[in-house]
């Protein structure tokens, strides 16, 4: 089971940090990845940590702004999100799988989710 928190509303250029709590998923097995819906698109990958392959892949439009990490009991991972802008709002959902070798983040490769945290971002 995975769940999310840390969401809210923030001022542009502002920052939040969402956790994903894993459950004790194994992450050298799993690939524990961050999408959001945004209104009026479709879900979209934000960032993917893929432990075994020790490489992380992040979506153009968060590159620089967002970072992903995990802590030592690689329990829980987190995202960094700084100068969050208006085009950030959305809901931001944690998924885990093991995914193909060389995955490039894609939805379909995930079968567990979270439940999603909503993020505001006022301009």
């Known amino acids: 089971r995975l769940v999310e928190s840390g969401g809210g509303l923030v001022q542009t250029g502002g920052s939040l940090k969402l956790s994903c709590a894993t459950s004790?998923?194994?992450?050298?097995?799993?690939?524990i990845a961050w999408f959001r819906r945004v209104p009026g698109k479709d879900r979209e990958a934000v960032s993917c940590?893929?432990?075994?392959?020790?490489?992380?892949y992040y979506a153009d439009s968060v590159k620089d702004r967002f970072t992903v990490s995990r802590d030592d009991a690689k329990v829980t991972v987190f995202l960094q999100m700084s100068d969050l802008q208006p085009e950030d709002t959305g809901v931001y959902f944690c998924?885990?799988?093991?995914?193909?070798?060389?995955?490039?983040?894609?939805?379909?490769?995930?079968?567990?989710w979270g439940q999603g945290t909503q993020v505001t971002v006022s301009s």
């Open positions: 998924a885990a799988d093991h995914v193909p070798w060389g995955s490039n983040c894609l939805e379909t490769e995930y079968e567990r």
């Open positions: 004790g998923l194994s992450m050298d097995w799993y690939a």
């Open positions: 940590l893929i432990s075994a392959e020790d490489r992380t």
